[in-house]
C-alpha cells in the first residue's frame, strides 16, 4: 500500500507555479492576481479564504480580499462582481460558498464573468468541461486527476467507480475519468443514494472515488484487492483518546480498505491540500489567457 | 418482448403541442416560431430540415428557412445567427449540422443566444443540463427520456449501460439518467471503445442505451433475460433482397436480442421519430418562456 501524497504533491505544484511567477516579473510581467469574495463571518469559509489568501502570497500572486457583512444584498454582491468583471486587474474571482440563504447562488455563479471564473462553477465551464472543450476545471476534480497522473496510475480501460453525485466532486469526476484524457478513458459508474447492491459495483472497481460525505462507510469487505482509493470525505468523528474529543475521519474506513490498496489517499493529507494548488493553476491559466488576447 | 414505438408516441406528442398551439390562436397569441439555417446541399441535411419545417406546419407552429450558399463564409452566418438572436419574431432557431469544414462549429454554436438554443448544443445549456437546471435537454436524449416515461419504465435503481460517449447521445444520456428526475436516479455506466470486457458490462443491465454507430454490434448473448433496449444507431446494410439493395440496421441485432428484451426500440421507428417532437417541444418551451419574462 502507497498512501497518495496530496500534502507533497500540492507542494510540488505551488513550486512550479512560483518559478512561473518568478519568471513573469523578470520578465517585468504583473504577476496573476486572485480576487475573493466573502459574505458573512463563517468560520470554516473564514479559515478557506484565508488560506487561499495565504497560498497566493506563497507563489507570488497579488491577492484582494473583499469582505462583505453577512446582512449584504444579493444586488450589492451582483454589483461587487461586476465590478470584478470589468476590472483589468483582476485575472479571476472566487466567490466563497455557502452563500447566506437570502441570496440566490445559482444567480450570483452566474454573474461571474465564466473567463474569469477559476472555481468553474459557472454554467458555461461547466459545459465547456462535459463537451471536453478548454475551461477551468472545478478544483477538487482536477486535483484528483492530478494525483492521479503525477503517481502514474493508469485508467484507461479501467474499471472506475464514482460514489456521490455532487455537482462540485461526483458528476464531474465521473465526466471527466471517463473523457479521452489523461487520467482519463476509463469505465466509470456512477453510484448514489438509489443504487441497489453498492457492493456489487465497488467489489469489482479497480479505482473508487468517494465523496459522498458518510464517514468511514466503504469498508475493506467493500473493495477488491489491488484497488486505488480516492478518498474525498472529510468529517469530524468523536475520539475519547484526543485531546479535543475529536479525530478527522474520510468516507474510507481506512484501518480495514488500506491494507487491500495498492494506493490510498490519507485523511487529512490527501485530496484536500490538492484543492487550493488547482485553483492557483486555474488562476495562472487564467493570467496567462487573457495575455494571449 | 413489446416495441417502444417512437413513431406512434411522436404522433401522440405532436398532437399535444398541435392542442396548445390551437388554444394560443383561440386567446389571439402568436404561434411558436422556429427558424432553422441550413448551409449547403448535402442531401441527408435537406431531408432533416425539410422535415422539421413540415412538422412546424403539422403542429401550428410559423417556420423560417435560411437556405445559405456552400461556399458561405463563417462571418456570414455568424452575422444571420445575430440577427436571429436579436429578431423578436424567433422563439428558437437551429444551424443544422455538420457544416462545411471551412466553417468552424464550436464557433457558430457558441454565438447562438442559450435562450434560443432549442438544439441545446450551446456550452451553457450543456452545463445547465449537466448541473440540472432549467434548459433546453437535445432532443435525442430527451426523445429517449420521453419514450421511458411514457411506456412506464421503472428506471430508479436499475442498471443502465450507455454505449458510447458522444457529445449529443451518449454523454448526456449518461448524465441525464442518473440525475434526481422522471426517468432517472439510475446507476449509470458509460462504456466506450476503451472499455474491456465490454459483454460484463452489457450482460448484468436492466436497461441498455446503444449510440455508437456500429451496425448490429449488440448481439443476444451480451444481455441478459429482459433487458430493455433503447437503440440509437441507424445505418444502411447491403441487403440483396431488397429492391434497393440495402436495409436500414440499428447498433443492436434485432433478431438475437429481441427475443431477450422485455421492450426494444425498432429501427426505423424507435429513437428516430421522437428527434423532431422534442424539438418541437423545445420550441413550445423556448415561446413559452419569452412569454413569462
Known sequence: MKLLDGKKTSGAIKDEIAVVVSEMQKNKQKPPHLAAILVGTDGASMTYVGAKVKACEFVGFESTLIDLPANTTEEILLKEIDKLNNDTNIDGFIVQLPLPKHIDEQKVLKAIDPDKDVDGFHPTNVGRMTLDLPCFLPATPYGILELLERYE????????????????????????????????????????????????????????????????????????????????GITRVPDATKKNGFRLAGDVEFSSVSPKASFITPVPGGVGPMTIAMLLKNTLLARQRRQVK
Chains 1, 2 share one sequence.
Open 153 to 232: 496510475i493508469e485508467t484507461s480501460g479501467k474499471d472506475v467507480v464514482v460514489m456521490g453525485r455532487s455537482h462540485i466532486v461526483g458528476r464531474p469526476m465521473s465526466i471527466l475519468m471517463s473523457q479521452k484524457r489523461k487520467a482519463g478513458n476509463a469505465t466509470v459508474t456512477l453510484v448514489h443514494s438509489r443504487t441497489k447492491d453498492l457492493a456489487a459495483y465497488t467489489q469489482k472497481a479497480d479505482i473508487i472515488v468517494v465523496a459522498i460525505g458518510i464517514s468511514e462507510f466503504l469498508k475493506g469487505n467493500m473493495v477488491k484487492e489491488g484497488v486505488v482509493i480516492i478518498d474525498v
